[in-house]
């Protein structure tokens, strides 16, 4: 019974928890969906409100962004560098297109040590599909 426990409890580590209905909490991380994202960047007190990073490039971004987002691109030889620099007492909404870069960021968000990450499944296509606005970018 103890092997069969010990073999285990890797998994139990790794496994995400429930958090508050509809939110899933691995450590640091908070996964949340579109709606309730932009119920979090709603709130009045701005030290509550997460600073939003978006990992695309620089093209997606001008094609359309969260408001107040902040563009650090994933696909950069600096975007550790970049993520190292971040206040990590501050929280965090990640996101990229389609959650796929976001979700392989997140190893490095929780090996930094940043308290608190939340992590915008779907990226803005799921964003876009629940139709919360997006800032397009005036090309230069």
Sequence with gaps: MKIIALLLSPLLVTLPVKAEPGKTKTGAIVHLNAREAAQLLIDKDEKKRPLIIDIRTSAEFREGHLEGARQIDFLEDDFSAKIRKLDRTRAYL????????????????????????????????????ARQPVIISKPR
């Design 94 to 129: 990640i996101h990229c297109r389609s959650g796929g870069r976001s979700s392989h960021s997140l190893a490095l968000w929780k090996k930094l040590g940043f308290k608190k990450v939340y992590h915008l499944d779907g990226g803005i296509l799921a964003w876009e599909k």
